[in-house]
């Protein structure tokens, strides 16, 4: 209520201060008298203005980027069905179609806790893989009396593998399925078409493939968005292994799409060497180079929905 009188208050000063400036520009009326007026009134406009806290919102389009997340989150009492498809690379040539003879998909359903924590699960079909995720927004990007330069979310997440071992003899503890990753997001929207962020990312895999594979991973992201037009935009995402933390044959992956909005959903498509959906996979187990054509075509499809009761402003 009491933001709602300030804003109230701010708009009437508006339209006096509308009214005073139209009687200035008329020759011979209240031209001397509401010189100081006007003055006065604008002065208390700018630092009213300047006193308002207005957070940046829409840095993205979605909650993710391409493979990983964006500094966004689903509001409160919103769940997003999320839909992800990663073809064959297109090297298989024309007998394949270019790789869409091949498919691996994930799909999750993200839920919206507050406005500035959400979790989600999913499953993919690579290494029939479960993971599950929260994300917590600590710094909100903001203009006015606190000026706040950059958004900051943490995102730690947990994956289960579940395929069959390869050896069915081979003894797997159930702990030795599991792989953990932590992530900070520092995002900024610079302008109402481009948004950058950065993700410093750590994993760790309770079971190396073999002894001399490090357990713990690091990794520095760096992702942005370029607006095109209204429901458009280009994105870019890299991850880069820091060197002595790298599963070796593994390269660091780079992805380029497009996000499309159209109404309640959101489809974005792109190209990519990374085969896997999961955290762990996409940053860390890739294989796949652009040089050699392991380039991948993929969409992943959000289509938004309200749980629980519609309440009226």
């Known amino acids: 209520m009491t933001s709602l009188k300030k804003v ?24 001397q008298d509401t010189t100081d007026i006007f003055k006065t009134l604008e002065n208390e406009l700018k630092t009213e203005e300047k006193d308002q806290k207005e957070y940046v919102t829409a840095a993205f389009k979605s909650t993710r980027l391409i493979n990983g997340h964006t500094i966004e989150n689903t509001a409160k009492g919103i769940m997003d069905l999320r839909i992800s498809h990663r073809f064959g690379t297109l090297n298989k040539g024309a007998y394949e179609l270019f790789g869409l003879d091949n498919a691996t998909m994930r799909f999750g359903f993200d839920f919206g806790l507050t406005n500035n924590l959400m979790a989600g699960i999913g499953r993919s079909t690579i290494e029939k893989t479960y993971d599950a995720f929260f994300k917590l927004k600590i710094l909100r990007q903001s203009t006015g009396k606190q000026q706040i330069p950059v958004s900051l979310s943490y995102v730690p997440t947990i994956a289960l593998k579940t395929v069959k071992p390869e050896d069915p003899d081979k003894k797997i503890y159930f702990a030795s399925r599991f792989f ?21 990312s750590f994993i760790h895999r309770n079971l190396a493939t ?3 594979d490090p357990n713990d991973i690091f990794a520095v992201g760096i992702g942005g968005r370029q607006k095109l037009t209204k429901r458009t935009s280009f994105n870019l995402e890299y991850y880069y292994q ?12 780079l992805s380029v799409g497009f996000d499309i909005e159209t109404g309640g959903h959101v489809f974005q498509l792109h190209f990519t060497n990374s085969e896997g959906m999961a955290e762990r996979q996409f940053i860390s187990e890739t294989k ?14 959000s289509r938004i929905f309200a749980l629980g009761k519609k309440h009226k402003n």
């Open 210 to 212: 073999r002894v001399s």
């Open 8 to 31: 109230n208050k701010l708009t009437m000063k508006k339209i006096v201060l509308t009214f005073i400036t139209s009687a200035l520009m008329s020759p011979g009326i209240f031209a």
């Open 180 to 200: 953990y990753t932590h992530q900070l997001i520092i995002g900024r929207k610079f302008s109402e078409g481009l948004s950058m962020q950065l993700m410093p």
């Open 288 to 301: 796949g180079s652009w040089d050699a054509g392991d380039i991948l075509f993929g969409f992943n499809i």
């Open 242 to 253: 820091l060197p002595g933390h790298k599963l070796p044959g593994t390269t660091n992956t």
